[in-house]
């Protein structure tokens, strides 16, 4: 319910309605880990980080959209040698796929899902990182997400992530 209600409230903008209902669903979920995926537990996160990040709290959404991130085993490098590294490999991999024609996934396909998810989640990254002025964790961020996109069949996705790294980086 708490996730309906939030993803609902987060929809009509009612942002603070948002943040609460997904701070009780992480609450509930760190009480019973049992019943919540890392899907989920991903999704709430995010919505948690959008939902601060509307409301001008950039510090919070930082922190929730990181912690979204690493449920999925996509956590942002650290150090600027780290996220040099992680825009290095992740054009390397989209300079392969675009040679050799790889076998995209479906987007509605279990691991298609989890990765717009990821996309999701690091295009909101992208915002706050925006916002405080971190050049190099906002590229990798934009590069990840055109890196999770472009493992897709054609997307929506695709097109927006490939025009927001063109925008920053032209």
């Known amino acids: 319910y708490l996730e ?47 939902a601060c990040y509307a409301l001008g709290r950039v510090s919070d959404s930082r922190t929730y959209l990181e912690r979204a991130a690493a449920t999925l085993g996509r956590s942002l490098p650290a150090s600027r040698a780290g996220k040099l590294a992680g825009i290095l490999a992740a054009s390397v991999r989209l300079w392969t796929r675009g040679l050799w024609h790889a076998r995209r996934l479906d987007p509605a396909s279990t691991q298609g899902i989890e990765i717009l998810e990821a996309a999701t989640i690091a ?4 915002y706050p990182y925006y916002l405080t002025g971190e050049t190099l964790a906002l590229m990798y961020c934009l590069v990840a997400r055109l890196d999770l996109t472009d493992r897709l069949t054609l997307t929506g996705e695709l097109v927006s992530a490939t025009t927001a790294v063109g925008y920053v980086w032209g």
């Open 4 to 50: 309906l209600a939030g993803t609902q409230a987060f929809n009509t903008g009612n942002y603070r309605e948002t943040l609460e209902m997904m701070t009780e669903a992480l609450a509930i979920g760190d009480r019973a880990p049992e019943h919540r995926t890392p899907l989920r537990h991903a999704l709430w996160l995010r919505r948690a980080g959008q």
């Open 123 to 126: 295009e909101s990254a992208a």
